[in-house]
Structures are given as structure tokens and as C-alpha cells.
Nanobody, 123 residues
Framework: QLQLAESGGGLVQTGGSLRLSCAAS????????LGWFRQTPGKEREFVAA????????YYADSVKGRFTIDRNNARTPVHLQMNGLKPEDTAVYYC????????????????WGQGTQVTVSS
């Protein structure tokens, strides 16, 4: 079992920055890739970014390339999502997910999920 806990969400103005964190507990010795997804009411959950278990490979949605950066030191340290140049369309609940596969090409990717953290970007 793996438990995920997100933090760092909040309210920011357009063009501002936020840094989300996802801390894992439980089977942190397992080689899980971690990813970030987001969802707004009435829409499907959307992939944002993911990073391999060892932090060497990363993968981004086109909508956030050049603005967001995902990083982790190793399989046991938190995963961070640095979000710069935020736009109102980035407003969503952001979820952290873990899966043994990478990159997240499958629609069923994400064996474990966190509870989410709200990000609101005001215009």
C-alpha cells in the first residue's frame, strides 16, 4: 500500500507561482512513478506531468510545458510540481498519483491517488 498526501495549493494571481508537494508513505521502497493530474467540475481528469521512480525522466502535457516543472530526488523523497506563469485555466483540484509504469500513457494509469489540493488562479 502507498499513501499520497498533496500540499501547497492556494489562491494566486495570474502570472504567479505555486509549488505543490506530494509526500508518499507506506511502501516507499517500491519503484513507483509519480504524476500530477487536475480536474475541474464537469470535466474529466487531465494529465499534467509525471516523473519516473528515480527522477531521471519527466513527461508533461503540452498545456504546461515550459511553465511547470516536476522533480524528485529519489523514490523516497516528495515529488514537487513547480508551477510558474499560472493562468486562470490552470484553476483545478490537483491530484498526485503513483503507478509502477512510466510514462502514463494508459487511461487507467494511477494505482494510488491522493485526496487533491485546490489551485485557484484569479484573473
Amino acid at each position: 500500500q502507498l499513501q499520497l498526501a498533496e500540499s501547497g495549493g492556494g489562491l494566486v494571481q495570474t502570472g504567479g507561482s505555486l509549488r505543490l508537494s506530494c509526500a508518499a508513505s507506506g511502501r516507499t521502497d517500491s519503484r513507483y512513478a509519480l504524476g500530477w493530474f487536475r480536474q475541474t467540475p464537469g470535466k474529466e481528469r487531465e494529465f499534467v506531468a509525471a516523473i519516473s521512480w528515480d527522477g531521471r525522466l519527466s513527461y508533461y502535457a503540452d498545456s504546461v510545458k515550459g511553465r511547470f516543472t516536476i522533480d524528485r530526488n529519489n523514490a523516497r523523497t516528495p515529488v514537487h510540481l513547480q508551477m510558474n506563469g499560472l493562468k486562470p485555466e490552470d484553476t483545478a483540484v490537483y491530484y498526485c498519483a503513483a503507478d509502477p509504469t512510466f510514462p502514463p500513457v494508459s487511461s487507467s494509469w494511477g494505482e494510488y491517488w491522493g485526496q487533491g489540493t485546490q489551485v485557484t488562479v484569479s484573473s
